[in-house]
């Protein structure tokens, strides 16, 4: 794989990363949470990995199965908003 498109790459992961944490944060905020650290401590969720998810940064796919059972949404339902449009 060239430089080129392996940087391409990476720009991609980084943006499809923070649509998740966006959503993340928005689907919290939705329920009325409005404190990440208190909604963690409530769903028994790391509050630093938590704030790392909402910023964009990497995680398990399995780490984002427990984030998505707190906020009582399926997998399907996260990804039916605002990941619609291919990264470019």
Do not use: C
């Amino acid at each position: 794989m060239s430089r080129a498109k392996n940087d391409q790459d990476s720009e991609i992961i980084k943006q499809v990363l923070k649509l998740v944490g966006e959503r993340i944060r928005s689907l919290r905020e939705a329920k009325g949470e409005r404190n990440y650290e208190k909604f963690a401590f409530k769903h028994d969720l790391n509050r630093t990995q938590l704030w790392r998810y909402e910023n964009g940064e990497d995680l398990y796919f399995s780490s984002l199965l427990k984030v998505l059972s707190a906020l009582d949404i399926s997998l399907a339902e996260f990804f039916s908003e605002g990941f619609d449009q291919p990264a470019k």
